[in-house]
């Protein structure tokens, strides 16, 4: 899959060699494109923002900059998925990860600075993106978000799918049972017996369990709605 991302700060992007993500691109299983907005800047100073009419404080980014740099990415790699990244799209979560984890040939990314961009952008993309509701300084570190979430579940990238399967999300379930590993005892803190027991049915009774109970406590928003008769 490919990711492409138009942004006034490629550098920030070099975060993405390291870890999981960096073994993918050189896997060929990934390949992430970064494109300079800057170069489709307006006159001699390269201009990509300008006041905003009606007043009122900050920088709105001007479209015909985002439009150039969208124009030349999409005719270069046709049917790419163009993605806006902003606090007022729609709320990644794993399903949505999932969907445009299976999007041929890639995405789209766009990240923003300054206060916003002109009205008149949203015509030019699929799809509006947030990764939660706080608001950054620049949409770089949300499509790094995008870019993470979604790079874990292309085909190959995790060495063992079991832990895709099992982790909070993988099937929409609930949060994850409590894990320890060494030593037994830690400053008072005793790993609990059943984990010790080597009883495997007993041990999936017990993660089942903790796990439904951390959901209710602090995600009770995660619980399926009981279906009405
Ligand atoms: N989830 N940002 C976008 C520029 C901006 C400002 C206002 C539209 C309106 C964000 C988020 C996010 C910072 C990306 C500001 N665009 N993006 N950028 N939260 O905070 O996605």
């Given at each position: 899959?490919q990711?492409?991302?138009?942004?006034?700060?490629?550098?920030?992007?070099?975060?993405?060699d390291?870890?999981?993500?960096?073994?993918?691109?050189?896997?060929?299983?990934?390949?992430?494109?970064?494109?300079d907005?800057r170069?489709?800047?307006?006159?001699?100073?390269?201009?990509?923002?300008?006041?905003?009419?009606?007043?009122?404080?900050?920088?709105?980014?001007?479209p015909e900059?985002?439009?150039?740099?969208?124009?030349?990415?999409?005719?270069?790699?046709?049917?790419?998925?163009?993605?806006?990244?902003?606090?007022?799209?729609?709320?990644?979560d794993?399903?949505?990860?999932?969907?445009?984890?299976?999007?041929?040939?890639g995405?789209?990314?766009?990240?923003?600075?300054?206060?916003?961009?002109?009205?008149?952008?949203?015509?030019?993309?699929?799809r509006?993106?947030?990764i939660?509701?706080?608001?950054?300084?620049?949409g770089?570190?949300?499509?790094?978000?995008?870019?993470?979430?979604?790079?874990?579940?292309?085909?190959?990238?995790?060495?063992?799918?079991?832990s895709?399967?099992?982790?909070?999300?993988?099937?929409?379930?609930?949060?994850?049972?409590?894990?320890?590993?060494r030593?037994?005892?830690?400053?008072g803190?005793?790993v609990?017996?059943?984990?010790?027991?080597?009883?495997?049915?007993?041990?999936?009774?017990?993660r089942?369990?903790?796990?439904?109970?951390?959901?209710?406590?602090?995600?009770?928003?995660?619980?399926?709605?009981?279906r009405?008769?």
């Open positions: 899959m990711v492409h991302v138009i942004t006034l700060f490629p550098e920030m992007f070099t975060a993405l390291a870890g999981l993500i960096g073994r993918a691109r050189q896997q060929g299983l990934l390949s992430i494109h970064t494109h907005l170069e489709h800047g307006l006159g001699s100073y390269r201009q990509v923002d300008d006041t905003p009419y009606g007043g009122g404080s900050g920088m709105v980014m001007r900059p985002l439009a150039a740099a969208i124009d030349a990415v999409t005719a270069a790699m046709p049917g790419l998925l163009t993605i806006l990244m902003t606090p007022q799209g729609e709320l990644l794993q399903l949505t990860a999932r969907e445009l984890a299976g999007h041929q040939p995405l789209l990314l766009i990240a923003g600075r300054y206060e916003g961009f002109d009205e008149r952008v949203r015509t030019m993309v699929d509006e993106l947030s939660g509701d706080y608001v950054l300084s620049g770089e570190l949300p499509a790094m978000v995008v870019i993470e979430a979604v790079a874990r579940l292309l085909p190959g990238v995790l060495g063992n799918p079991e895709l399967r099992e982790e909070s999300f993988g099937d929409s379930a609930g949060l994850e049972y409590p894990q320890y590993t030593p037994e005892e830690f400053r803190m005793r609990p017996e059943v984990l010790l027991s080597g009883n495997h049915a007993k041990i999936r009774e017990w089942a369990d903790e796990s439904r109970k951390r959901t209710a406590r602090r995600r009770p928003d995660l619980i399926p709605e009981r009405k008769p």
